[in-house]
């Protein structure tokens, strides 16, 4: 079952990016999925297959949009 994150969330990884963060806003989807790091705020593109086999846990959920 694909991995359900949504823009705004926060992923924690299993292991840290090189500037020691380990939590990651999610903020581009698609077949690729667009991270960025809090503790520096450098951009990554992964994979949605290699997203979901690094991801250890989801910290927090974005808030959901009333206007849908």
């Known amino acids: 079952m ?3 994150v ?4 926060i992923v924690r990884l299993q292991k840290p990016h090189p500037c020691g963060g380990y939590e990651w806003e999610v903020v581009r989807l698609g ?4 991270i960025k790091c809090l503790t520096c705020g450098r ?3 992964l994979p ?3 997203l979901e086999k690094r991801v250890k846990t989801l910290i927090s959920r ?5 206007d849908r």
């Open 48 to 50: 949605r297959s290699r």
């Open 43 to 45: 951009r990554v593109l």
């Open 6 to 9: 949504r823009l705004g969330d």
């Open 2 to 4: 694909p991995l359900d």
């Open 62 to 66: 974005a808030a959901e949009q009333a």
């Open 31 to 34: 077949a690729d999925i667009g």
